[in-house]
């Protein structure tokens, strides 16, 4: 029922790229973007530059690897494709809350950090972000590195929200992603690296 959806592809393991749905009655109110002689083709009026066919190819293959995952973990290979689609989020989610909950748990107790956001898996994504007093984001990025451990600091693209919660963007904050691929070894390896750097 939207009249405009906008996606990023990157956020379902897909390239950098943008996706955006226009209802046919929200399009024709809309200026042509492109070059005057398409103007009476609907998938060539906003798009002035023309595609990335590399993205665009590219993009099938989120459908490809949510259908193997499927396939990996399910049997019914006649079930409709939204019946896959839901049993396949439930599966990653649990996948996520198995990471995060070990995570959560040991940030939330730390008597430096201060988590951004939940403290519980429930109504968040599997990216944490965390302030931890007396430790610089960047450093502990650059120290996390050297053992292994890939995260990531900064402001995200979230500098008036960081600000809005009283962080100074341009210090920023710590984040881990803990999607499905992430091991049980790897958050253990992350808290015991966290332990060891936190405690100086």
Not at 99 to 124: E, F
């Amino acid at each position: 029922g939207a009249d405009i959806y906008l996606f990023s592809l990157y956020k379902v393991y897909g390239p950098h790229q943008g996706v955006m749905v226009i209802a046919p009655a929200m399009q024709s109110l809309l200026s042509n973007q492109g070059h005057f002689f398409n103007d009476h083709e609907r998938t060539k009026r906003l798009y002035p530059a023309g595609p990335d066919h590399a993205q665009v190819a590219a993009s099938r293959g989120v459908a490809e690897y949510f259908h193997d995952l499927y396939r990996h973990h399910y049997d019914d290979h006649q079930a409709s494709p939204t019946v896959q689609a839901e049993l396949v989020r439930d599966l990653l989610h649990g996948a996520e809350s198995a990471a995060l909950i070990p995570l959560l748990d040991y940030l939330s107790k730390h008597p430096k950090v201060r988590i951004v956001g939940p403290d519980t898996c429930t109504q968040r994504a599997p990216t944490v972000s965390i302030v931890v007093a007396g430790h610089d984001p960047q450093a502990l990025v650059r120290q996390l590195g050297r053992q292994g451990i890939m995260c990531g600091a900064g402001h995200f693209y979230s500098y008036r929200l960081l600000q809005a919660m009283g962080i100074d963007p341009e210090v920023g904050v710590l984040r881990f992603s803990m999607v499905h691929y992430t091991s049980a070894a790897d958050v253990a390896a992350l808290i015991k690296q966290l332990d060891s750097l936190l405690a100086a």
